[in-house]
């Protein structure tokens, strides 16, 4: 198995960009309590972001497409993005292929059904997302096989 960082990896959306997008509404990350309009995330789980400095957006693209992001674009050619499968969400940023491993599963659902937690839709993400490789059985401390790290 390779060796992998020990980025900090979210559990959820499995994305280690910590820059919320250009359209992301404004929020006080140092207020507990808040939820994200957008993803449903509570503040006092996401310490580590912050938000996305003033650019102008190039003609022809959109604030909320973070493929457009010549940062993000970089980022996700990285060895360590390579290893997580890392690709471009248009709302997260850089974020892994892979589904956490207590996701239901997303084949045969109908497309228009939306996750509780992101609020993303089944037919958005289909043919773009994996499930998580079994766990069962993992001893206690394992490496996970996706972000490589307890």
């Known amino acids: 198995m ?8 979210c559990p959820v959306v499995g994305t280690t960009n910590s820059t919320l997008p250009p359209s992301h509404p404004a929020v006080d990350l140092s207020k507990p309590g808040q939820t994200c309009p957008v993803v449903g995330a509570k503040t006092e789980h996401h310490g580590n972001l912050h938000q996305h400095p003033e650019v102008p957006i190039p003609s022809g693209a959109s604030p909320t497409d973070a493929q457009r992001c010549p940062v993000v674009s970089k980022l996700v050619k990285e060895p360590q993005a390579q290893e997580l499968d890392d690709k471009v969400c248009p709302v997260v940023g850089p974020v892994t292929t892979v589904l956490p491993p207590d996701h239901p599963a997303t084949e045969g659902q109908d497309p228009d059904k939306e996750c509780p937690v992101t609020h993303a839709k089944v037919g958005h993400h289909k043919g773009k997302v994996i499930g998580h490789p079994s766990v069962a059985g993992a001893a206690e401390g394992a490496v996970c096989p996706v972000v490589g790290h307890a």
């Open 2 to 9: 390779s060796s992998k960082n020990n980025a900090e990896v």
